[in-house]
């Protein structure tokens, strides 16, 4: 006969539990789809104001008033959104001007494809096929759709900058609020402090080496006579944001108008530079910096760039990493007992001294101070 239930000792089967956690996870994923064009602008106004708020805490710690903080940073998120949408708009619409006048050269460029590849022997109905699937028209489209989907946040940017008022009023008293969490719920303010850190450091290193490739990259173009140099460079900088395939993503316009421009020698000359450029600094310098900063391997960015470009749109590849980040905060860093997967996700194993200590997060040596201003229980 088994034995009678201990009260206190019945526990939920870890078979149901991972169904319970899976079936949840199903749900939250359907519900940040279905309410994608709301949660994605929520997500980039969040993320700007984690960006400027050591502007706030600079300000504060100088003995100003909150207020003054609050402003230099709410002017400083702001200026660079409209800077950002400012030239994506100019130099759109200086590609929507250029592009009508390369119809001919690509008609030019199809007709000697398809006598090169009649001389091979190819089969006319096969040359039709192949061309019809190499339409310069659904080229044009493509682009065109992309820089829609870009410029969508115009749309947004009411909303956007309604956000960022109303987060840039709760950054003036964050800091205290940060505290009293620290002292009331420890672990918490850990995972809290763990995304805003890796998600700064984040964008500091992928802005410093945007500017580079986008500086290296835009000199390149000129240089070499391809149009609009500056939409080129402008593009590096964005896709710089997307981890793995935003090296590709900004070379492929360049490089087709690049083929309408001069031909084939022009084009394989701009893929060439683009590689030496991109690859050297995106590919091999830049990783072990983002690495460092987020505590990502690259199988976990290339997925987390995946899903969220799926469940977003075009702002979830900008915000990708950030966004990881906070997923892992909020399921990993914010409990001790599961901690130890950051080990499996992070880019670099940790050494065997130190792979406890790390596991585990910080410890508090010292008893806190007791809150004198938090509420009574």
Request: hydrophobic share 55%; charged share 15%.
């Amino acid at each position: 006969m088994p034995p009678a239930a201990t009260a206190g000792t019945w526990a939920i089967p870890r078979g149901l539990v991972v169904l319970l956690v899976a079936a949840s996870g199903v749900v939250a994923i359907a519900g940040i789809k279905a309410f994608a064009g709301i949660l994605a602008p929520v997500f980039l106004a969040l993320m700007l104001t984690m960006a400027v708020q050591p502007l706030q805490t600079w300000a504060q710690q100088r003995g100003l008033r909150p207020w003054v903080g609050m402003v230099v940073a709410l002017v400083a998120v702001v200026s660079i959104l409209i800077v950002l949408i400012g030239a994506v708009v100019v130099s759109a619409a200086q590609l929507a001007t250029e592009l009508p006048n390369y119809s001919d050269r690509a008609d030019e460029l199809l007709d000697r494809l398809r006598d090169a590849l009649a001389d091979a022997g190819v089969g006319s109905d096969q040359i039709q096929n192949m061309l019809n699937s190499l339409d310069i028209g659904k080229v044009v489209d493509l682009l065109e759709s992309a820089l829609r989907g870009l410029l969508g946040v115009v749309s947004n940017l009411f909303f956007i900058f309604a956000l960022l008022v109303f987060m840039a009023f709760d950054g003036m008293v964050i800091d205290k609020k940060m505290a009293f969490v620290e002292r009331t719920r420890p672990e918490i303010a850990y995972a809290l402090a763990a995304f805003a850190s890796g998600t700064r450091k984040y964008l500091i290193v992928s802005t410093v080496f945007g500017l580079i490739v986008a500086v290296l990259d835009g000199a390149a173009l000129w240089l070499l006579g391809v149009p609009l140099p500056i939409l080129w460079a402008l593009l590096s900088f964005i896709t710089n944001y997307i981890p793995n395939i935003g090296f590709i993503i900004g070379l492929v316009p360049p490089a087709l108008l690049a083929l309408l421009e001069g031909g084939a020698g022009l084009m394989i000359w701009v893929i060439v530079v683009y590689c030496g450029i991109n690859f050297v600094i995106q590919s091999v310098i830049q990783p072990k910096f983002v690495g460092d900063a987020v505590g990502l391997s690259v199988t976990v960015t290339f997925l987390s760039l995946t899903f969220w470009t799926w469940a977003l749109g075009p702002l979830g590849a900008l915000l990708a990493i950030p966004l990881t980040l906070l997923v892992k905060g909020a399921l990993l860093d914010i409990d001790p007992t599961t901690r130890w997967a950051n080990v499996l996700i992070a880019e670099r194993a940790p050494d065997a001294e130190g792979s406890k200590d790390d596991a585990e997060g910080p410890k508090d040596t010292e008893t806190p101070a007791k809150d004198t201003d938090a509420p009574a229980t």
